[in-house]
């Protein structure tokens, strides 16, 4: 312990010595400004409540003061004028409203505060500012929201009294709440009407996929509509406190006389606990975003265009700020030169946005008519050019002087001072920012200014928005269609198709960019979508099968069959298929339904030729292992005694051999415990040799490849298979239903019941198709007709559904409910009841429309994946519908009229072609 305790004493000797030197060789640093003594006095003669925790004083001779209860006091004495701002910023403002985002409260509540206190009812605040010789105003933005009234030197005790009241006790009085709010819409309103305004909004909603920058400050239009008076109290009874309040008074005052008074009163305030609000980060951007819009007001096309930046608080902030100037403001920066002077440009300006968090370097510019592509062209290349080319000495010396000087003139009034003062302590942190701002500014350099143009002007972080007059955008579309690939580069690929010795049957539907041909040497079918947005590609090799055509002793063997395709081949095991692919990012996997079976690959195009030899491989090369065969069985017989844990695949285990007759489809796609404990691997290798032969294989391909080249790639996969040797199995076909029928079984230890009512549907190629698949959806989902019938009107069940299939042999429509045995009588009577409505009366056309707009929507929805499209694309030839079909659903959904609704309920939902299961509680 002695010892220690010298070791202690031996280093604060050597510490005290050290700084004894250090004041003999260094100059003192000066010494912080210090409170004036007299305003320290009248602050501490304060009541407990109203004295300060903290006080201290800027260079620039701002002071300083923090409440007990967290509110901020700055005051800084200016005599050149007999004028004085206050100003009240809350921080709080559109990133901040939490579970109301996007409603607009903050900018609301900002409109509201001016409506009235406990003291001083509606209309009394404006008037007492104007009777004290004041202007008051106010605004809100994504960080804060600040009150600001500037009046005569006289007048600041009555000012600086009215905006307390206001902050720490408005009343929102309801009446008035409804009058402003129509107020506000009409802001809201007039922004939209501006074009400028749109192009910003639509530029920072680019730029930001997440932080909530993105929001408009002004609310969602139809989300302010539907902001409650309830809403707007409740924003500013959580987020008014004294805590995130800073008050700001620069002007004639004297610091010792205002202070006390300032501090008195909201020292009285009590403070809440203010939610913190959620900001998520924006992520890394990782490619460039562009987005091309017009607008009715829209006369001269215009662009804004930008990289993601940094916050105020960044130490790149100066050299960014110099690097902004130098590009594009006066007339001598280089964008006006490069780009206005060369007649591409009207107007240009550059400048650094630095908020409290990440902002942007942004361009701005009115274009001259037909010339976006060319101006945009030279602004990148300008900024580009900023990487390599150092600003001259004159172009860093104007630069920083411009910027001093634009500091300097800020700080010209009071409440210009005052706006600085509250913008370098709430946004940057500091009291002395301003000064120290232009002192900081003078030390960057022109290797300064190149190193943040490398860091910040990066190629795939570029965002774009571009406004048209709507001419001109309805034409650059017209051209940018005329111009697309369809009419000239996917033409000449076409005749390069036709002109290839290894196809035949060319085809091309020009607006998708879709390709459909044959292998000449053995008639294997093939389907290229060329989709370039990313450099991707996928592809799917798939066959018929399946349930459909598996021998019936062998029930679930085209389902083993699919799912053993990637879990080893001849060449390569189970794990070696996974490391392959996993080494190069991509997914390759089997799918197995009751009419078709394959596998889909898809990884970066780069690895395209490896990821066609993987898929050919595991389709045409399975080892069919007893190993893993053993394993996949065990998995099966798990889940097909699982199925009896669902009562929903229990019943339908009656209702399929009752609309299906002997056709497979009465069979589950798994098989039975039975027949699948008895398929082995020789039955496997006998129907795969049997179904995989190119006359009954096809082959879908999406995305960054062309027709040309998947050609190439599939002709070296597949090109030596041999046609001539398939031969399709006989399917039975699938029985009419000419009467009613029924089934119905019981099980024990359940609680409630499932009926089904089935009606024999159309295969996928009927015209039919789509008026039975808005039926179906007419009549399913929360708000469809039966749900309300039986669910909302009666409260028969939980779980209702109507579900609409189409296979290759004729499908179904099958009516579902959940029930008990109590209802299973009311829920049929339900269902016939709707039935029989869709029969003698013709949907209202606003009601079909919505479900048309929801299938659409899905349909939309499920076209973006590329994988999607390679499978659905690959299984159009084996169902013998053709690629277009595909892209054609939206179209033909459209075209379906309610009498073909009502024809197709007649013709397909009568009362005597059903089938009809129970399941029930056994009792």
């Known amino acids: 312990m002695l010892k220690h305790i010298a070791l202690v004493v031996s280093l604060v000797s050597i510490t005290f010595l050290s700084h004894a030197l250090e004041t003999t060789t260094a100059p003192t640093a000066p010494a912080a400004p210090t409170v004036p003594a007299a ?61 109301w985002v996007g409603a607009g409260l903050s900018h609301f509540c900002e409109h509201m505060m001016f409506k009235g206190t406990t003291k001083r009812p509606t209309g009394v605040l404006d008037q007492e500012i104007r009777g004290a010789g004041g202007d008051d105003n106010a605004y809100t933005n994504s960080e804060r929201t600040v009150y600001y009234i500037t009046c005569q030197s006289s007048g600041f005790e009555t000012s600086f009294n009215v905006l307390a009241d206001m902050l720490m006790d408005s009343t929102f009085p309801p009446e008035e709440t409804v009058k402003e709010h129509k107020v506000v819409y009409k802001e809201i309103e007039r922004f939209l009407d501006n074009a400028d305004g749109v192009l910003w909004e639509t530029f ?45 008074a620069v002007g004639d005052v004297d610091a010792k006389v205002i202070m006390p008074k300032m501090a008195t009163t909201l020292g009285a305030w009590v403070r809440k606990s203010v939610p913190p609000a959620p900001i ?25 265009l930008g990289y993601p930046g940094i916050a105020l608080r960044n130490d790149d902030l100066c050299p960014l700020d110099l690097l902004a100037s130098i590009l594009g403001d006066g007339r001598s920066s280089r964008l006006y030169r490069e780009v206005k002077d060369k007649g591409l440009v009207s107007d240009i300006s550059a400048a650094d946005y630095t908020p409290m968090y990440k902002g942007y370097l942004v361009i701005n510019a009115t274009v001259e008519s037909g010339k976006m592509d060319a101006a945009r062209d030279a602004i990148v290349n300008v900024m580009e050019s900023m990487k390599a080319i150092p600003p001259t000495p004159a172009e860093l010396a104007r630069a920083k002087q411009k910027m001093k000087t634009a500091r300097i003139t800020s700080q010209m009034t009071a409440d210009g001072l005052a706006g600085a003062l509250g913008q370098d302590w709430i946004v940057a942190g500091d009291l002395d920012f301003s000064d120290h701002y232009v002192e900081r500014i003078q030390l960057v350099t022109a290797e300064d200014v190149v190193r943040v143009a490398k860091k910040y002007i990066v190629a795939h972080k570029l965002n774009v928005a571009i406004m048209l ?32 010795p290894d196809v035949e049957g060319a085809t091309l539907l020009a607006d998708k960019a879709v390709f459909e041909f044959k292998l000449k040497s053995n008639g294997i079918r093939v389907v290229v ?44 095991s189970k794990l070696k298929i996974a490391e392959e692919s996993e080494n190069i990012g991509a997914t390759v996997g089997s799918f197995a339904t009751k009419t078709s079976f394959g596998l889909s690959a898809t990884g970066l195009m780069q690895d395209a030729p490896k990821l066609i030899e993987l898929a050919a491989d595991c389709m045409l090369n399975p080892s069919f292992s007893n190993e893993e065969l053993t394993l996949l069985k065990q998995e099966t017989l798990q889940n097909i005694a699982q199925e009896d844990e669902s009562i929903t695949t229990m019943n339908m285990k009656v209702l399929r051999p009752l609309l299906y007759g002997n056709h497979p489809s009465s069979r589950q796609l798994m098989g039975t415990r039975e027949s699948v404990e008895k398929i082995n691997a020789d039955d496997l290798k006998k129907i795969h040799k049997a179904w995989v032969q190119p006359e009954n294989l096809a082959i879908g391909v999406a995305g960054d490849v062309s027709a040309l080249d998947a050609v190439k790639l599939i002709k070296a996969q597949f090109g030596d298979l041999k046609a001539g040797s398939f031969q399709a199995p006989t399917v039975p076909p699938i029985p009419d239903l000419t009467q009613g029928v029924s089934g119905e079984t019981t099980k024990e230890g359940i609680k409630g019941a499932v009926l089904t009512l089935g009606f024999r549907g159309v295969d996928s190629k009927s015209p039919d198709r789509e008026p039975l698949e808005l039926i179906g959806n007419l009549l399913s989902g929360l708000g469809g007709r039966l749900s309300i019938a ?9 779980e209702i559904s109507v579900h609409s299939d189409s296979q290759l042999d004729g499908g179904s429509m099958i009516f579902y409910i959940k029930t008990d045995n109590k209802s299973l009588d009311l829920s049929l009577d339900g269902m016939w009841k709707e039935v029989n409505k869709l029969r003698a009366e013709a949907v209202p056309a606003k009601e079909l429309d919505s479900i048309k707009n929801f299938l659409s929507g899905n349909e939309a929805i499920e076209l973006q994946s590329q994988p999607g499209v390679a499978t659905r694309l690959a299984l159009s030839q084996l169902y013998g519908e053709g690629a277009a079909k595909v892209f054609a659903r939206k179209d033909r959904l459209e075209k379906v009229t309610p009498d073909q609704i009502q024809a197709a309920a007649k013709k397909y939902l009568g009362p005597e072609k059903w089938a009809k299961a129970i399941l029930k509680a056994k009792e």
């Open 529 to 572: 979508r060329e989709d370039r947005s990313l450099p991707l590609v996928s592809f799917t090799v798939a066959s018929l099968g399946g349930t459909r055509w598996e021998p019936a002793e062998l029930g679930g063997s085209g389902n083993l069959m699919g799912s053993m395709l990637d879990r080893g081949t001849i060449a390569r």
């Open 39 to 99: 305003v320290l006095a009248a602050m501490d003669a304060l009541p407990l409540q109203a004295r300060p925790l903290e006080m201290k004083r800027a260079k620039n001779g701002a002071i300083y003061a923090k409440l007990r209860n967290g509110c901020e006091l700055l005051v800084l004495e200016k005599h050149s004028a007999p004028v004085v701002s206050v100003q009240g910023w809350m921080r709080t403002g559109g990133i901040h409203e939490s579970h």
């Open 469 to 500: 007059p709507k001419e001109e955008f309805k034409e650059q579309a017209a051209t940018a269609k005329k111009d697309a690939p369809a009419d000239t580069a996917l033409q000449d690929e076409l005749k390069a198709l036709q002109a290839n």
């Open 204 to 248: 920072e909603q680019t730029l930001y996929q997440v932080h909530p920058y993105r929001i408009p400050v002004l609310g969602y239009p139809d989300r302010f509509q539907r902001v409650t008076r309830d809403e707007v109290w409740g924003y500013y009874q959580e987020r008014y406190s004294p805590d995130i309040c800073t008050f700001v």
């Open 280 to 304: 998520e980060e924006e992520p890394e951007q990782l490619a460039p975003r562009s987005v091309q819009i017009t607008h009715p007001l829209c006369q001269v096309p215009k662009i804004q």
């Open 790 to 798: 039986l669910r909302e009107k009666q409260g028969l069940a939980y």
